[in-house]
């Protein structure tokens, strides 16, 4: 066979390959989407989207308590693992000695690779008890606690992926600085950093998605309970925690809007992606 048809033959399977994919996602969206909108109009729009009254046993389906529940803890995680994320990237590309650098690296791969019922343990026996003995709180279970645990949850990756778009930046740009007289924090802070916000940003996109969608270690530390918080001690559910805990007993309307709140979620998490993706093309073009 000759190069020519090789070649020939291998574009059509990445075709077929990149059509395969676009078709799953055409197919989770007939199957979510076919489903939750009659049960939302069977709901009603308004007391779906629009009520925090969750009483599945009454026929009644407001989710706008697990909405705020999911975007509070999101928020929270964001707030708290970004900083830290980006900065912890900053000293390893930056500032990290040469011997030190492997062990913080070895580390930050191991974070990556445990389980999420693992981290929702170590936030059940440490953070719980932790955040109960400092803000006296009865439970300690809520929006700071998995705000917490999924600030270290998505920490790796945000480090990871930003040191890589630290690293990509031009070393000319670095030199440039110094050459014209700015101290090696400055370079690194306000010309090598700003350089680097493209990356960054896919990293913080990439992270949201695990964010809204985590769902095991949330169990443990949420609280579960399906009210509007009040604080950030307030126990709350999520969507992905109240789908999770009800599909397995639900049907008729129930399992409709079990599955409508996957539509949701999945609505959610496409609008903040697409957020974040113009945000990153004005600095791209900036």
């Known amino acids: 066979m000759s190069n020519a048809k090789r070649e020939t033959g291998m574009k059509y399977v990445f075709a077929a390959c990149a059509a395969a994919s676009i078709l799953c996602v055409f197919l989770i969206c007939w199957f979510l989407f076919s489903t939750a909108l009659p049960a939302i109009a069977k709901i009603g729009p308004v007391n779906f989207l629009f009520s925090s009254d969750w009483a599945p046993s009454e026929n009644r389906f407001g989710i706008?308590?697990?909405?705020?529940?999911t975007l509070y803890m999101s928020a929270g995680a964001l707030i708290l693992g970004v900083p830290l994320g980006v900065l912890c990237a900053v000293f390893l590309a930056y500032y990290c000695p040469k011997k030190l650098y492997e062990p913080f690296r070895f580390a930050i791969s191991l974070l990556a690779g445990i389980p999420s019922i693992v981290y929702g343990f170590f936030g059940l026996t440490v953070l719980v008890p932790l955040i109960q003995k400092w803000t006296g709180s009865a439970s300690g279970k809520g929006i700071l606690c998995a705000s917490v645990l999924l600030a270290m949850m998505i920490l790796p990756t945000i480090v990871s992926l930003s040191e890589s778009a630290l690293k990509k930046v031009d070393p000319a740009?670095?030199?440039?600085?110094r050459a014209l007289g700015a101290s090696h924090d400055h370079t690194v802070f306000f010309v090598c950093l700003p350089a680097a916000a493209s990356g960054i940003l896919s990293a913080i996109v990439l992270e949201i998605g695990r964010a809204v969608g985590e769902t095991m270690a949330v169990i443990m530390v949420a609280g579960n309970a399906a009210?509007?918080?009040?604080?950030?001690?307030?126990?709350?559910?999520?969507?992905?925690?109240?789908?999770?805990?009800?599909?397995?007993?639900?049907?008729?309307?129930?399992r409709e809007a079990?599955?409508?709140?996957?539509?949701?979620?999945?609505?959610?998490?496409?609008?903040?992606?697409?957020c974040f993706m113009s945000l990153k093309k004005k600095e791209c073009r900036s």
């Open 173 to 177: 740009v670095y030199d440039g600085s």
């Open 258 to 274: 079990l599955i409508a709140m996957g539509a949701v979620l999945f609505v959610l998490i496409l609008g903040i992606n697409l």
């Open 64 to 69: 706008l308590s697990m909405v705020a529940g």
């Open 227 to 254: 009210v509007l918080p009040d604080s950030l001690l307030s126990p709350v559910r999520t969507l992905t925690t109240g789908i999770v805990l009800e599909m397995s007993y639900a049907s008729g309307l129930h």
